[in-house]
C-alpha cells in the first residue's frame, strides 16, 4: 500500500508474536494485537472508555530489542500505546506473559466466589470464560482461618430501583464507576473504601439515577451488576438472542431482544458504530413490558346493537369496518408514533385509495400550520446517502444548536453523542431553551435564555457556520414562526439543518405520506404530475386532488359534523392539542374504527377494535432522525394480533379497494416501484413569528417537555424502572420559589396541578417549567398548552 508522506509518520511499526504489522501512532498495545488476530485476555478494558489499567489481566511480555523500547517487567496492554520498533509477545507466544496472566487470575478467584451455576453471568461471563483458557487448572487457596471459606458481603445493594450490586463478585474493573463518569456524566457510583476493602459504593441517600444506568449491568465482566427485572429469571443458554430496534425514541438504537418460550427476557443494547455505539438508554432496555400487560387486547370487537363491545372474528370485524366506514360520510385517519414506516404506509395508501380522502395526519401532538411545509421543503427525502445530518457529523461540527429539543430527555443517543463530541472534539453546544437543564451541564453547554414563543427572535439574531448544526424538535412546531426563523438560520449562514422527532414511527409517516399536503416519496399533493405518478404506479384512475385536514381540523370537523368517521391507530388523546376536544371528537363520530394494542378510551368508545402487533411480533422497520432505515424481523409468532398493514389491507378489500399488500415485502415492493419523487420540492412559505410577549400579561409563561421516564403507556408494567423516573417538579425562578414556598399550586384553563417547586437559577424570570407528563393525565389534559400563561400560588392557598 502506497501513502502519503504526512501519514506515513503517523504510523508506527511494531512486532507482535512475530508479526510485524503498522499502526497509527498512539495505537494501544492490545488494539494493536486485535488487528493481528491476537485477543489479549482483558476485564477492565473496553474500546468505549477511557483506559485505567485496573484489572492487569492484559499483561504482555515487551522484552529490549536493542532500540530502547523494551520492559524488564509484564506491562499492561490496555494502556500502554506502542511505539517504532516495539515488541510485544502476548500469552501465545511468551512463558512469562502466561504467567503473568495465570497469576493476575489466581489473585481474581481468590475472593470471587465459585457459584457459576447460579449466578446471572453464568454462561455468558469474560471472567468464566478466561478462567478456562487463561487461568490455572487448579486453585492454591485454602483459605485463613476459616476453613477456606471466602469473603462474603450482604447483598444484593441496590445502586438504583433497577441495579443491583454483588459486592463479592466485583472485581473491582471500574468499567461501571468510568462508565457512569465518562459517557452520561452521571458519577453516582465510586469506588469507596482502600485495599482489599475497596468497592462500588453509592453516597447515602444518593441511588444511582441515571437514565442510562442499565448499561453499566451488560458491561460488567462479572455477575457483580445485575438488574432486579431479570436477576434469576433465566439463564443465558436458555435464551434465543434476535437483534431489532429500539422503538421509543427517534434515534433507531440497536437492540438485542432475549427471549424465552414466547416471552422477552431482557433487552440489550446492540452494536452499532454509527448510530449508537454500545449503548442505549434504560427506557429502551427495560421499557418492553407494556406488550404484556393485561389489557392487551387479543381479538377483534364489533359494536353490538345493544351498544356494547363483543367479541369478532376477523372476516366480520374487517366486513363491519368496510360497511361502517363506506356509509359515514367522510373518513379522517389519524395515526399515532408507535407505526413501522411500513404500516404508515398502509395507512397512507388506504386514505388515499380506500377511503379517497388526503385527511390523514400522523401529528397527533400540538403543532403549527407551518410545520407540514417545513417538513416538505426540508426534511422529507432526505438521508445519510443525501448528505443530511447523521450522528457522526455531531462529533465533527464546530457548534449544534439545540432549539425545541431537549436530547437527554427526548433522544437519548443523540446526547450520548453530544456529550461525548463536546469532551473530546471541542464541539460548544448551544441550547435556545428556557434554562440550563441538567442535560446541558453535562454537555458543557451554553444556554441561551429563551421563553416559549420568543425562539423565532432568537433564532433570528444567531451567527452560525457552515461546519455547524441546528437540531430542530418537533415542540418547535408549536411557535409560529420558529420553524421559518429555523430555516432561514440555516439558509442565511450555510449550517446544516435537522429535525428530531420525538416518537419513533414519526420520521417513517413522513416519508411514507401520513401528512394531508404530501404522498409517499415527498409527493406535493397539490402537484399534478406527483399524483398521477402514485395513482399509476398503484393501479388507480385518480388521487383526491385538494391537500387534507391535519389532526386539530379533522378533531374539529368530527365535532362539527364534517366528517363522520374516523380510523385512528395509536393515538392517545391526552397527547393532542386540545385532549377534551378530542375525547368528544371520538365520541361524536358517526363511526370509529380503533387500531391498537392495549385497551383504552379510544377503544372502549370505538365501533370496531382490532387488535394490533407490537414491535416484536411484526417485522418492520423504522426511520431514524438521520433519515436511516432501521429493519428488524420478528422476534416473537403471535396469533392474536395483526400488524397493522395487514388490517387495513383487510378492510380495503371489503370496500372493494384492494391496497395490493399483505407482508412487510408487498409493502416495500411497492415503496421501491414509487421511489423519491424527483420533481420540484414543496416550499415553505414563511410565517411571520407573533408580536412577541406581552410583559403586561398575568401569570408565568409554561415551558414543558416530556422526561424520558413518566407516565407514558409504554412505560407500563416494570415497577422498578418506573421507580427511577425524575420527580415532578416545577422549576421556577428564585424571586417565584420565595413567593411561594417550597409546593406551588399552578393553574391554567383547564386546571390546577399541586408539585414541589425548585429553582432553577438561570430561568427565564416569567417563566415556570413542569414535565409534560409526569403528573397526571398530562399537562395538556389537566392543566394548559405550553406557551400559555398560568398562575402561581403557594402550595397551601
Not at 57 to 79: E, H, I, M, S, Y
Not at 340 to 349: I, L, R
Not at 678 to 701: E, M
Not at 737 to 761: F, L, N
Request: glycine share 10%.
Amino acid at each position: 500500500m502506497t501513502t502519503t508522506p504526512e501519514k506515513a509518520t503517523d504510523l508506527v511499526s511494531v512486532t507482535i508474536d512475530g508479526i510485524q504489522v503498522d499502526v497509527a501512532k498512539d495505537t494501544l498495545v492490545i488494539r494493536a494485537a486485535e488487528q493481528v488476530g491476537v485477543q489479549i485476555p482483558r476485564f477492565c478494558d473496553h474500546p468505549l472508555l477511557a483506559p485505567v489499567g485496573a484489572c492487569r489481566q492484559c499483561l504482555v511480555d515487551v522484552p529490549d530489542a536493542g532500540n530502547g523500547r523494551g520492559f524488564p517487567k509484564p506491562q499492561a496492554a490496555c494502556t500502554l500505546p506502542v511505539a517504532e520498533g516495539m515488541v510485544v509477545n502476548t500469552q501465545a507466544t511468551s512463558e512469562a506473559a502466561d504467567k503473568a496472566q495465570q497469576g493476575v487470575m489466581e489473585f481474581l478467584l481468590i475472593n470471587h466466589p465459585l457459584d457459576c451455576p447460579v449466578c446471572d453471568k453464568g454462561g455468558e461471563c469474560p471472567l468464566q470464560n478466561q478462567a478456562m483458557s487463561n487461568g490455572r487448572g487448579e486453585s492454591r487457596f485454602v483459605g485463613s482461618g476459616t476453613g477456606g471459606v471466602k469473603r462474603t458481603f450482604p447483598k444484593p445493594i441496590n445502586l438504583s430501583p433497577q441495579v443491583l450490586l454483588d459486592r463479592e463478585r466485583c472485581i473491582v474493573c471500574q468499567r461501571c464507576t468510568r462508565f457512569a463518569a465518562e459517557i452520561p456524566g452521571d458519577p453516582f457510583i465510586a469506588l469507596i473504601e482502600r485495599g482489599a476493602q475497596q468497592q462500588i459504593g453509592i453516597a447515602e441517600n444518593a441511588p444511582f439515577l441515571s437514565y442510562f444506568a442499565g448499561n453499566v449491568i451488560q458491561i460488567c465482566p462479572v455477575g457483580a451488576l445485575t438488574s432486579e427485572s431479570y436477576r434469576f429469571r433465566s439463564r443465558p443458554f436458555d435464551l434465543v438472542s434476535s437483534p431489532s430496534v429500539a422503538e421509543h425514541d427517534a434515534c433507531g438504537s440497536a437492540i438485542r431482544v432475549d427471549h424465552r418460550r414466547g416471552k422477552v427476557m431482557r433487552r440489550l443494547a446492540g452494536d452499532d458504530p454509527d448510530v449508537n455505539e454500545e449503548w442505549i438508554t434504560d427506557k429502551d432496555r427495560f421499557a418492553f413490558t407494556y406488550a404484556t400487560e393485561p389489557d392487551r387486547l387479543t381479538y377483534p370487537q364489533v359494536r353490538d346493537t345493544d351498544g356494547s363491545l363483543r367479541p369478532a372474528s376477523w372476516p366480520e370485524a374487517f366486513a363491519v369496518a368496510a360497511r361502517g366506514l363506506a356509509a359515514a360520510g367522510g373518513v379522517g385517519v389519524l395515526t399515532g408514533g408507535r407505526l413501522t414506516g411500513e404500516d404508515a404506509f398502509a395507512y397512507s395508501k388506504f386514505a388515499r385509495v380506500a377511503l379517497g380522502t388526503n385527511d390523514i395526519d400522523f401529528r397527533a401532538r400540538p403543532h403549527s400550520a407551518e410545520e407540514a411545509e417545513f417538513l416538505a421543503a426540508h426534511v422529507v427525502a432526505t438521508g445519510p446517502e443525501s448528505g443530511s445530518v447523521t450522528f457522526n457529523d455531531l462529533e465533527t461540527a464546530g457548534t449544534v444548536v439545540l432549539a425545541g429539543f431537549e436530547p437527554e430527555d427526548e433522544a437519548g443517543a443523540i446526547f450520548l453523542r453530544l456529550r461525548k463530541a463536546a469532551l473530546h472534539s471541542g464541539t460548544k453546544i448551544v441550547a435556545v431553551a428556557p434554562f440550563t437543564t441538567r442535560g446541558l451541564r453535562k454537555m458543557h453547554g451554553t444556554l441561551l435564555p429563551t421563553a416559549p414563543g420568543d425562539e423565532p427572535a432568537v433564532l433570528a439574531g444567531l451567527e452560525l457556520g457552515a461546519g455547524d448544526v441546528l437540531l430542530v424538535g418537533e415542540r418547535l412546531a408549536t411557535v409560529p414562526g420558529a420553524l421559518s426563523a429555523a430555516a432561514d438560520l440555516a439558509a442565511r449562514t450555510g449550517a446544516r439543518l435537522a429535525w428530531v422527532p420525538r416518537r419513533a414511527g414519526d420520521r417513517g409517516a413522513l416519508e411514507t405520506g401520513c401528512l394531508p399536503n404530501l404522498l409517499p416519496g415527498g409527493r406535493p399533493v397539490s402537484d399534478v404530475q406527483a399524483r398521477v405518478d402514485a395513482a399509476t404506479t398503484w393501479g388507480v384512475d385518480s388521487l383526491p386532488e385538494t391537500p387534507g385536514r391535519d389532526c386539530d381540523a379533522i378533531i374539529a370537523a368530527l365535532l362539527s359534523g364534517e366528517l363522520g368517521g374516523l380510523v385512528i391507530g395509536g393515538v392517545d388523546p391526552a397527547d393532542t392539542t386540545d385532549p377534551a376536544a378530542t375525547t368528544a371528537a371520538v365520541q361524536a363520530a358517526t363511526f370509529v374504527v380503533a387500531l391498537d394494542l392495549r385497551a383504552n378510551d379510544v377503544t372502549r368508545a370505538a365501533d370496531v377494535v382490532f387488535p394490533v402487533a407490537p414491535v416484536t411480533d411484526k417485522a418492520g422497520s423504522f426511520v431514524n432522525w438521520e433519515g436511516r432505515v432501521r429493519p428488524f424481523e420478528q422476534v416473537l409468532s403471535n396469533p392474536a394480533s395483526l400488524p397493522d398493514l395487514r388490517v387495513l389491507a383487510g378492510i380495503a378489500e371489503e370496500l372493494g379497494r384492494p391496497l395490493g399488500f399483505r407482508t412487510v415485502d408487498d409493502v416495500w415492493q411497492q415503496l421501491e416501484e414509487l421511489g423519491p419523487w424527483d420533481g420540484d420540492r414543496a416550499t415553505l412559505t414563511p410565517v411571520a413569528p407573533s408580536a412577541g410577549s406581552d410583559a403586561a400579561a398575568k401569570g408565568l409563561r409554561l415551558a414543558s417537555w416530556k422526561q424520558l421516564v413518566d407516565n407514558g403507556t409504554m412505560l407500563a408494567g416494570d415497577k422498578h424502572l418506573a421507580a427511577t423516573a425524575r420527580p415532578a417538579v416545577a422549576r421556577v425562578s428564585q424571586a417565584v420559589h420565595d413567593a411561594c414556598g417550597p409546593t406551588v399550586t399552578i393553574t391554567g384553563d383547564r386546571g390546577s396541578i399541586t408539585v414541589p417547586s425548585e429553582v432553577a437559577h438561570d430561568i427565564v424570570d416569567d417563566v415556570v417549567w413542569l414535565p409534560a407528563s409526569s403528573t397526571g393525565r398530562g399537562l395538556l389534559a389537566d392543566l394548559a398548552s405550553p406557551g400559555s400563561r398560568v398562575t402561581v400560588t403557594g402550595g397551601s392557598e
